[in-house]
């Protein structure tokens, strides 16, 4: 148990930390600590390089920027699946980077998907992403389906977790889908997904999950635990930079299932250029891509992707779990007087990346904390997410955050701002 509240502490773990050269690799805000990786993740120089090297494939090569130059742009996205195979517990060609997260949901609902009989319902949560509700409610209804009748959404019973038990319970025999977060964005409950899989799988209903909020942060298994497909952005804790390309798997023995959402790069690469109005999509998970790869939102994810397969990600989730459970030690020792409360999981082996600190102020405090140089994360109505990088953060990191916070509310600053928050929160 921890004893010592000290900066010096702090200051020893960092000096033994062995992620502690990969901090170097990152442009770190000036002045300031960053703890808002799991929205965006910070720049770093090897992602700086390789979307450098592809501006010069363009500006060198031209159109032959396809096929040469130094990151080839025709198979830039099966480059880019094998160094995200390792994060998820996947095979090279479960794997593809493409999309976004919402337009690859689209895309596995579409392709599996199929309504019968009693079996016309889709089964997701009410404590998941908005985005990942609109998209299941727009596939419904572009099936004739209402979505109040035909998307099922299991409850939680406090507002900050889901039980697997009533998950499971829920897995009747009217489901056909089930779609649900590895990780939830606001509390950082980590479901049970081999659990989750294998109770769908004996009920016959096809499972897949949203892992915005997971890769990069926690070591997966996806091919082994039986997922059907999953989805990710790569822009959070793997670093690919606003906007970038998202990813997909796609279990190999749906290898085969006809795309729900045609497009021409789905196609199997020796016949992509044929320009045959019949299409012969791609023998793996490539069959799941529609358009033109976005080479220039691509290009980052090469060097980013790096780091991670140097470190392995068992080391980055040992140094993320021991950064927050440092953290959630000093808000217990630090902030109790202030009225917060943590709504992440105590549980190491349930809590993802990120603690959630709730507190009625939230929205103010957040502001107060830009004024100190400290990037936090707000969620509405009353959550201050905190995420310290395994890459980038140090327990310094955490301890001065910690200690602003104490200084905030012991001098009221918060009481400078509205508690509204930002237009992008």
Request: a negative charge; one cysteine or more.
């Amino acid at each position: 148990m921890l004893q010592d509240f000290t900066r010096a502490y702090a200051e020893t773990r960092d000096a033994s930390d062995s992620l502690a050269p990969y901090r170097g690799e990152f442009y770190l805000p000036q002045d300031g600590i960053y703890m808002d990786g799991n929205s965006l993740g910070l720049l770093s120089k090897r992602a700086e390089r390789t979307l450098l090297e592809s501006l010069s494939d363009w500006k060198e090569l031209g159109i032959d920027g396809w096929m040469s130059g130094r990151h080839p742009w025709f198979n830039l996205s099966e480059q880019l699946a094998a160094l995200n195979a390792p994060l998820i517990g996947a095979r090279a060609e479960e794997v593809m980077v493409t999309g976004s997260t919402t337009v690859n949901l689209h895309q596995l609902v579409a392709s599996f998907f199929e309504p019968k009989g009693k079996r016309t319902k889709i089964l997701a949560d009410t404590l998941t992403f908005p985005s990942d509700i609109y998209a299941l409610k727009s596939q419904l209804e572009l099936r004739g389906l209402d979505p109040s009748e035909h998307l099922v959404q299991v409850s939680s019973p406090d507002g900050r977790y889901l039980k697997e038990e009533d998950i499971i319970a829920a897995m009747t025999d009217d489901i056909a889908l089930i779609v649900l977060p590895t990780v939830l964005y606001r509390s950082g409950q980590i479901l049970d997904m081999a659990r989750l899989a294998k109770a769908a799988h004996e009920r016959d209903i096809l499972i897949g999950f949203d892992a915005c909020h997971s890769v990069g942060a926690i070591p997966h298994a996806f091919h082994d635990w039986g997922v059907d497909f999953a989805y990710w952005c790569n822009y959070k804790h793997l670093n690919g930079g606003p906007g970038s390309v998202g990813g997909l798997f796609v279990h190999e023995r749906h290898f085969g299932t006809t795309p729900g959402l045609a497009g021409w790069f789905g196609s199997r690469k020796d016949k992509q250029f044929d320009m045959d109005h019949t299409m012969t999509p791609a023998d793996d998970a490539g069959a799941f891509q529609i358009g033109t790869p976005h080479v220039l939102s691509l290009a980052p994810q090469l060097g980013a992707l790096e780091m991670f397969n140097e470190v392995g990600m068992d080391a980055i989730r040992e140094k993320s779990l021991a950064l927050t459970s440092y953290m959630t030690a000093l808000i217990d020792e630090v902030l109790a007087p202030y009225g917060f409360v943590i709504g992440s999981p105590r549980n190491e082996t349930q809590r993802g990346a990120h603690l959630s600190l709730e507190h009625p102020e939230a929205a103010r405090i957040c502001k107060a904390l830009k004024q100190h140089r400290v990037i936090p994360d707000f969620r509405a109505p009353n959550i201050i997410r905190l995420a310290p990088v395994a890459l980038y953060n140090t327990f310094t990191d955490v301890y001065d955050v910690v200690m602003i916070l104490k200084t905030i509310m012991e001098n009221k600053e918060y009481e400078a701002f509205e508690n509204v928050r930002e237009v992008v929160a």
